[in-house]
């Protein structure tokens, strides 16, 4: 029987390519900024993304429109595949309250006396993973994504409020 002459494509669920719409973004601060940089670094290291009746990897826009998350969806060569949106109002108090702690936690790291650091950080972190787990819960059906992904997707949603 005669071998073939290529392998077929496998799947490959992840995400190559991130991009934030920044017209929606009007300011960071640094430590906003630095937040960003990481969530996109990790993000691209290690990920699980896999939008239902797509086969990856995946070149990916984020942005804002009609307080709904739009996620563009691009294959390795720049070809456009989907749009998949999601309302974004139930993220509302989550992300608020990030902003928040986060602020918290900044202040916490420049001050001298960097007392309850550790109770700041663990809140920060229960609020973020409180938040992937809606993240998780609002893609059911349209991406497969594991809890990782989803953390770092929420970080970079959270940068997309910002104005």
Known sequence: MPRPLTAPIMADPRII???LDTRTIIWRNPDVEQERRIAIFDLLEKNHFAPAGHE???KIMLRV???RLAIDLRDAEEQPLDTIRLGLARF???I???FAICDSYFKAVRSDAPHGLETVDMARRAIHNEAAELLKECLDGKIELDFDTARR????ICVLHIK
């Open 65 to 67: 429109e009609d307080n």
């Open 96 to 98: 608020r309250d990030y």
């Open 56 to 58: 990856g990897p995946f």
């Open 153 to 156: 997707l929420f970080t970079l």
């Open 92 to 94: 509302r108090r989550p």
């Open 17 to 19: 390519d991130v991009q």
